[in-house]
């Protein structure tokens, strides 16, 4: 089944803390960007990429795309000031599909085979996101750093990207944030407000996010052990 993927790419990195939009940075001598870009340009099911970028960015991103031979880039509008404006700012340039993905990216290490499981749930459902279950014991910790209880995990997981939607269910849920002015943490959380419900898909814990320099050493760590650049 088809899809097109939306990747927000208009962010600062602050947290990286690497003077740069930190998906120009290197894994193994290859942007951040690239390495998440090849994942889809390698999947037959995706028929489009959209890239929400920064305008003074723009030809910088576009001569990468060429350097790399990525061919499936169908449009690169200007990013917002908030992740959620990015998205909303590709899907009104896109025409209508079946299903849209939302990838963080900066998360270069999601699979096709989970890929095309979410991709299948979102048809089936509407709806679906990836997630890893908590591993470690969770606490809800009061304002002044103490202690009001131990979470059970067992209902826990930490939502990850791809997030996969029919394309109007979430153009609907993009649309009426909009028009309210509600900011979400996620797409997920734009549909849960307007009573869909999302289904979760179980995701790999290698499905990291580059947000911090640690972060850039597992994933070195990632692409030596899967043994290539590539996926």
């Known amino acids: ?17 690497a003077g ?3 998906l120009f940075l290197k894994l193994l001598e290859k942007p951040i960007l690239v390495h998440t870009l090849e994942v889809f340009q390698q999947d037959p099911a995706c028929t ?11 030809g910088f991103i576009q001569k990468m795309l060429e350097d790399y031979r990525i061919t499936k880039v169908k449009g690169l509008p200007d990013g917002g000031a908030e992740r959620q404006h ?39 459902h509407g709806a679906a996101i990836a997630g890893v279950r908590a591993k470690d014991t969770m606490k809800k910790v009061s304002m002044n750093g103490i202690i009001e209880e131990t979470v059970d ?11 996969a939607f029919r394309f109007e269910l979430i153009m ?38 580059m947000t911090t320099q ?9 692409l030596r052990k899967r043994g290539s650049f590539n996926h």
């Open 1 to 17: 089944m088809q899809y097109e993927v939306v990747l927000p790419a208009a962010g600062s990195g602050k947290r990286m803390g």
């Open 153 to 163: 995990r067992e209902s826990l997981w930490m939502v990850q990207t791809p997030q």
């Open 172 to 209: 609907e849920a993009e649309d009426v944030a909009e028009k309210v002015g509600f900011l979400g943490t996620d797409e997920a959380m734009l549909m849960e407000r307007l009573g869909h419900q999302v289904h979760i898909v179980e995701s790999s814990y290698e499905n990291v996010k």
């Open 86 to 124: 990015s998205v909303h700012s590709c899907m009104k340039e896109m025409q209508q599909v079946d299903i849209v993905l939302v990838h963080d990216a900066a998360r270069p290490f999601i699979t096709h085979d989970i890929i095309a499981k979410l991709v299948q749930n979102a048809h089936h």
């Open 48 to 58: 489009g990429i959209w890239l929400a970028v920064k305008p003074e960015e723009r």
């Open 214 to 222: 640690e972060d850039l050493v597992f994933g070195e760590a990632i």
């Open 20 to 22: 740069q939009n930190k």
